[in-house]
């Protein structure tokens, strides 16, 4: 330093108010060149002092760099405090502040402050060590507020790293977390080196490291390795939470090394000795290897800034709702010398030290070797026992002495719960539509909630890890989807309710079980059953010996067929049985038919044999035919055609008439007279009368009267047979068959025999407009994997009075409309099975990440495209 009086230069060490022995804290400020100061210089070694810095006068005030102690700390101040700044030459002020606060007042403030701003002070109300007013730490004696800001921040522990910057007009917050200290300091591999050292000859020495320290990473690119990242800002948008594993192989986690080339060497600015510079200067330098591979991704959870929440996990997700839940509680910190020791019975990470490992596990042993994926979705409930009462707290659990891990059994002797899972009283459903609500436990939560509620009844959403998902209630409800199927269970009812339909396809069979009784009801219209082949129908099995009938009963009322149309159209009454190329067969221990009765209206019953161009045959032991008194059997002959009857039998209790010879091979009974109309021949034999006894021996004659009476009695009879009774036929065969059953839409006319016929509905009415059905996942799966199974072709039900029919949803949608929607991927590529495409590298995104889009679909017909498994 100068000193004034013309001296030489000489050399000064400033004065301190603190302690220079080896250890403590050392007082660190300095002097800048050209400061004055007031020095005391010893008389005889020729050294000096300085006592401390002189403060100039301010006489440019547009020159001074004054700071605040308190950002809009002089808003109200008294107007005496700036009255002379107002007047005329300042009213001859001299600013002697010494560049201290523009704030500054006599309350003995301590600190100091920079021109750039910085500064550190003290005072009875605040504390503060600040760059500027957005970065510092500030305490305020009010309200015992502690502020802590930074335009970037970072934020450092053993086991994280919190780094939020402002990045060019992008403003970042990331957080990572490791379990284990090795991997914060950037080790994979337990073991390898971490920290380097270098001697002070390394970094002291210009020609040396001097940007070096004692201690360095041993990597100069070490990277800390967080398996959870946690990213909120641009990076995260919404949010971002990662976990991840490392990658196999990778020793220990870099940044990737610039391509600025080697360091140069530092400016030289110390002062040589005479024989220059010391001659065991050091040097060294750190690893520089780095390698890249991707880490094992575990789970995702991304919240977009349109609000999309997106969670996936690798190994699965559980969503569940339960009532015991064991909370470790803390019984000593971390300090405590009788809590976990390495050196006596804890093993550190399950790593280090002397206790037992700490088992965990993600896969539960499955022991069903041919279905295992289904045991897994079986046994939910122990991989939740195992996830909630082990898994998520194992790390407290091997903690012995620092936590207390409580037992779900202990806080059922608290009285917390009794279990998780009730077991519900599934009698009450033989007398009642639902359960009841079980009893809840009443627990307090503070003075707002005071007691509420909560139920030993356990729900929960399993996505598995083998891609099974079980959705639970705590009644005994669930749907189980795994290993290809898909299993709705309930202990009470399983309702499949649409507001329009309800619609079960099955590529191989439909298959209704039920242990009761299976209702079908339509309450508008029709219910159809179609077979390609046989529909077979069974009441009263033989396994038992209670009752068991089939009842086809109609109530409709009309006489009419119309079946001119098809569908929902058709109109007609009554029960038919139609087999137009096979046969209507009644096999049973007795048949009775009849009409009248009851409800049931009288009527005829008539058999019809191809309007008598056929036979009807009757075989038994005894033919039995009961009449009224009055009544009589008629037989007519030549009644094919209407009005053809020419002759005919009668049969009364009165009168029997026989239209043709005849001939018995037995004898003949009359108690009565025989009439004819010609002569009585006997060929063997005799004619035995009662007045040849008495000796009329000849055969008396019939003359006159008697052979008018026997003619008219004779003409009588052949009127009967051949006019009056075969009148009677034809006007049966008028009112009865013609007018009945053979006239138009009714159902002996052969026309209405020819189309009254099974058909589905016709396409007007489903009345679908705008039908299109859209491939399975599996369907898709298979087809993108070239694996697709059988096609689906429905046969079509032929009616004469409107040609093919078809099922849901009918001939337009199956047949001709293409409404089977088959869609590819523009992301997701197929290489042996689904992988995302790939983004290419910044700056040249892909254009399915750019400007994403679905891939346009392509409809195809449904009929013999639509994918089916059926068994062989």
């Known amino acids: 330093m100068f000193v004034e009086k013309s001296r030489a230069p000489i050399i000064a060490s400033a004065l301190s108010t603190t302690s220079q022995v080896c250890f403590g804290a050392s007082a660190l400020n300095t002097y800048a060149p050209g400061t004055p100061v007031v020095v005391m210089v010893h008389d005889k070694i020729g050294q000096a002092y300085i006592i401390g810095s002189v403060p100039s006068v301010l006489d440019i005030g547009k020159r001074a760099y004054h700071d605040y102690i308190s950002q809009a700390s002089r808003k109200r101040v008294d107007d005496c405090h700036k009255k002379y700044i107002k007047e005329k030459l300042n009213g001859q002020m001299i600013d002697w502040s010494c560049w201290r606060p523009w704030d500054a007042t ?153 391509s600025a080339g080697s360091a140069t060497p530092p400016y ?55 009532i015991l839940l064991p909370i470790p509680q803390r019984l000593r910190r971390p300090e405590s010398g009788e809590g976990d020791d390495t050196e006596r019975d804890y093993k550190a990470a399950s790593m280090f030290g002397s206790g037992p490992d700490h088992k965990i596990t993600g896969d539960i042993k499955t022991t069903d070797s041919k279905w295992p994926n289904m045991q897994r979705a079986t046994a939910v409930l122990d991989l939740h026992g195992y996830l909630f009462n082990y898994a998520g707290l194992h790390p407290f659990y091997w903690h012995a002495k620092d936590y207390k891990t409580w037992e779900e059994q202990e806080l059922r002797q608290e009285g917390y719960a009794d279990v998780n899972q009730k077991i519900p009283e599934f009698s009450q459903l033989k007398g009642s539509m639902y359960l009841k609500e079980p009893t809840p436990k009443e627990w307090k939560i503070d003075h707002r909630y005071n ?43 399983v309702w499949l309710k649409g ?50 009938g089939i009842l086809l009963e109609s109530r409709g009322k009309t006489i009419e067929y119309d079946f001119e149309t098809c569908g929902d159209e058709i109109k007609f009454a009554g029960v038919v049985a139609r087999a137009p190329h096979s046969n209507v067969v009644g096999l049973a221990k007795q048949i009775y038919m009849r009409t009248g009765g009851g409800e049931v209206e009288p009527g005829d019953i008539v058999l019809d044999a191809a309007q ?138 052969e026309k209405v025999m020819t189309i009254m016929e099974f058909s589905f509905r016709r396409d007007e009415d489903y009345n679908i407009p705008d039908f299109m059905l859209y491939e399975d996942r599996w369907q898709q799966m298979a087809r993108l994997g070239g694996k697709s199974p059988e096609k689906w072709t429905e046969r079509p039900v032929t009616a004469k009075s409107c040609g093919k029919t078809f099922p849901f949803p009918g001939d337009k949608w199956l047949n001709s409309e293409p409404a089977y ?23 040249g995104l892909s254009s399915e990440y750019a400007e994403p889009e679905f891939k346009p679909n392509q409809p195809k017909i449904i009929n013999g495209n639509y994918p089916i498994i059926p068994r062989t």
């Not at 800034?305 to 997700?317: A, Q």
């Not at 989807?481 to 709705?488: L, N, R, T, Y």
């Not at 079960?504 to 299976?518: C, F, Y």
């Open 106 to 258: 006599l309350a003995s403030e301590w600190g100091a402050v920079s021109t750039t701003g910085i500064g550190v002070s003290v005072d009875d109300f605040m504390l503060r060590a600040s760059v500027n007013e957005f970065c510092g730490l500030y305490g305020f004696y009010h309200d015992q507020l502690l502020r802590v800001a930074g335009w970037n921040m970072q934020v450092w522990t053993a086991g994280s790293e919190r780094d939020a910057y402002m990045d060019q007009a992008e403003c970042n917050d990331t957080t990572g977390y490791s379990p284990y200290p090795w991997e914060a300091a950037g080790n994979i591999e337990i073991g390898m080196p971490m920290i380097k050292e270098f001697k002070p000859k390394d970094y002291q020495c210009p020609l040396g490291v001097p940007y070096y320290s004692h201690w360095e990473n041993d990597n100069e690119f070490q990277q800390p390795y967080h398996r959870t990242q946690k990213f909120f800002g641009y990076l995260g948008q919404g949010s971002r939470t990662v976990i991840h594993a490392p990658p196999k192989g990778v020793l220990r986690w870099t940044y990737k090394p610039g």
């Open 268 to 322: 030289e600015s110390s002062i040589r000795g005479k024989d220059g510079f010391s001659p065991d200067c050091g040097g060294g330098s750190k690893e520089r290897d780095h390698e890249e591979k991707p880490v094992y991704g575990l789970q995702e959870d991304n919240t977009g800034l349109d609000g999309r929440r997106f969670i996936t996990s690798s190994k699965g997700i559980v969503l569940s709702k339960r």
């Open 451 to 493: 007691q509420q509620k909560f139920y030993e009844q356990e729900s929960y959403i399993s996505l598995l890890e083998d891609g099974g998902v079980v959705i639970g209630d705590g009644y005994g409800g669930e749907i189980r989807m795994v290993a290809g199927c898909v299993i709705i269970s309930a202990p009470g009812d």
């Open 499 to 548: 507001g329009r339909d309800v619609q079960a396809w099955g590529g191989n069979d439909v298959i209704l079980r039920a242990n009761k009784s299976i209702d079908i009801s339509a309450t508008e219209k029709n219910v159809r059953i179609k077979a390609e082949r046989n529909v077979l129908v069974l009441a009263g099995n033989d396994s038992t010996d209670r009752e068991g």
């Open 612 to 749: 008598g161009s056929n036979d009807v045959i009757t075989k038994s032991n005894n033919l039995y035919n009961y009449l009224k008194e009055s009544g009589s059997v008629y037989h007519f002959f030549g009644g094919q055609k209407v009005g053809g009857t020419n002759k005919a039998n009668l049969f009364q209790q009165s009168v029997t008439c026989l239209c043709g010879p005849i001939g018995t091979d037995g004898d003949i009974f009359c108690d009565g007279n025989v009439l004819c109309d010609g002569s009585v021949l006997v060929a063997k034999g005799h004619i035995l009368t009662e007045a040849a006894a008495k000796g009329a021996i000849f055969v008396g004659p019939c003359d006159g009267d008697c052979q008018g009476q026997v003619r008219a009695a004779v003409e009588r009879f052949k009127n009967l047979i051949d006019v009056e009774i075969p009148n009677v036929g034809n006007q049966i065969d008028t009112q009865k068959l013609q007018e009945m059953w053979y006239t138009e839409k009714r159902a002996g006319n």
């Open 821 to 843: 929607v088959e869609q590819d991927f523009k992301i997701v590529q197929i290489e042996d099975g689904y992988i995302d495409q790939s983004r290419g590298t910044a700056p």
